[in-house]
């Protein structure tokens, strides 16, 4: 079964969470996927370097549009504000496919070795944001500290979302921006 580049990713992608989701990540080979793909283990290998990377495939072109989304904050904002419009400008990356993101959420959050490497991509994403702050003119310390405290508010209202929230990714990233707000202000900040 041949395809384009774009097209032979997705298949593997989709038999990747098709099998973790039926067979646990441990219980699934590269080969698995390839086959349920219908590709070669080689073709596989020439997409993704490993078997877990499969699950992770996204994150360059998330974290690309939120450095994108930081730089073209409003000049002027302070970094958290800049990060809150920044977060929701990248909105419609973020919901695209609920329903898989679901699924893929499920997978990671029952595999050890999964969420290590969301940990590893969360980061980097942080450390991406924080050099967008200071390209911002933001200083070093506090960048760090807002694209860490920015990263960790936007882990939360994605796992509210991928729980089921009812709530909109715009009012789960404001409300979660709220209440860190409210923290640093109950702590003398």
């Given amino acids: 079964m041949a395809g384009s580049r774009k097209d032979v990713r997705l ?3 989709r038999a990747a969470v098709e099998l973790y989701a039926e067979r646990g990540f441990d219980g699934t080979t590269a080969a698995d996927i390839a086959a349920l793909a219908g590709v070669t283990e080689r073709t596989y290998f020439r997409h993704f370097p490993d078997k877990r990377e499969v699950l992770f495939d996204g994150e360059a072109v998330l974290q690309a549009a939120l450095v994108d989304a930081v730089l073209s904050a409003p000049a002027g904002l302070p970094p958290l504000p800049a990060l809150l ?14 329903a898989a993101k679901e699924l893929r959420h499920r997978i990671i959050a029952s595999t050890p070795e999964l969420q290590e490497r969301e940990l590893i991509k969360l ?4 450390e991406a944001i924080t050099q967008a702050l200071q390209q911002r003119a933001v200083p070093p310390g506090q960048a760090s500290l807002a694209a860490a405290c920015g990263t960790a508010v936007l882990s939360r209202a994605r796992l509210q979302w991928l729980e089921g929230s009812p709530r ?5 990233l404001t409300n979660a921006f709220t209440e860190l707000g409210l923290l640093v202000a109950v702590s003398g900040g």
């Fill in 168 to 172: 909109d990714y715009p009012t789960l």
């Fill in 85 to 98: 419009e920044a977060f929701i400008s990248a909105v419609p990356v973020f919901e695209q496919d609920r």
């Fill in 11 to 13: 298949r593997l992608q």
């Fill in 123 to 126: 980061a980097h994403l942080t």
